[in-house]
């Protein structure tokens, strides 16, 4: 069973609907472990080697977090700026990273039309997470795309959030179980485009 790090990170928890039922629908499942970066460190000032023994003991690290600014919302910055030290997650001799598999799960205002060329965010959220992308490949971390969640300001009625809560159970549950196959999933545009060809078996 692989163990699973969860870095959540949602400047005002207590608004979010959809970061919170995803959440909810992950944290009893055992082996997984939920890392509330904006509850630990209301300050900014992350514990760099306690954030790196997490990952080093983990063998698939998730940042979950709404889009901010077509990105992360700032302690994620913060986060990689500090915890990713050369030696230790990159260069020559920094290999606590290496196999390790990497996923982004977002969610975002706007639908998924507004995040085309033509659109009214003109870049694609692929293009927009290609920062993640590079850092996990500098990391030699095995990348996924993102799961992703689009249309919030439309207020996505809540059985959409619930059933998007239960596709990310089930895609945490296959990278636990490793029923999740990794070439499959990075065909695709996002992790959570279509669950029953990438999960094998029933989660
Ligand atoms: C400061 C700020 C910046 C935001 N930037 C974006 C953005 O760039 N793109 C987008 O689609 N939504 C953006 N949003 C909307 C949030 O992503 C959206 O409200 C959130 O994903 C909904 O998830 P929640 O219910 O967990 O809060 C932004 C919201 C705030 C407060």
């Not at 900014?44 to 690290?61: G, K, W």
Request: charged residues 20%; contains cysteine.
């Amino acid at each position: 069973m692989k163990k699973v790090l969860i870095n959540f990170a949602h400047p005002a928890r207590s608004h979010s609907k959809i970061n919170s039922a995803l959440r909810a629908a992950v944290q009893d499942i055992k082996g997984v472990t939920i890392n509330d970066l904006y509850a630990q460190y209301p300050d900014f000032m992350i514990d760099t080697e306690r954030e790196q023994v997490l990952c080093e003991t983990h063998d698939v690290i998730i940042f979950q977090h709404p889009l901010y600014w077509y990105s992360t919302p700032a302690i994620i910055k913060e986060w990689m700026d500090l915890v990713l030290e050369h030696g230790w997650a990159y260069g020559t001799t920094g290999k606590a990273l290496e196999g390790k598999i990497f996923l982004q799960a977002l969610s975002g205002g706007g639908d998924a039309d507004t995040y085309q060329r033509e659109g009214l965010n003109r870049f694609t959220i692929e293009e927009l997470t290609s920062p993640m992308q590079a850092t996990a490949n500098l990391c030699c971390l095995r990348w996924l795309p993102p799961f992703t969640v689009l249309g919030a300001h439309r207020g996505l009625p809540h059985a959409e959030i619930e059933a998007h809560a239960e596709d990310y159970r089930r895609v945490v549950l296959a990278l636990k179980n490793s029923t999740l196959d990794l070439d499959i999933a990075g065909k695709f545009p996002f992790v959570n485009s279509d669950l029953n060809a990438i999960i094998k078996g029933h989660n």
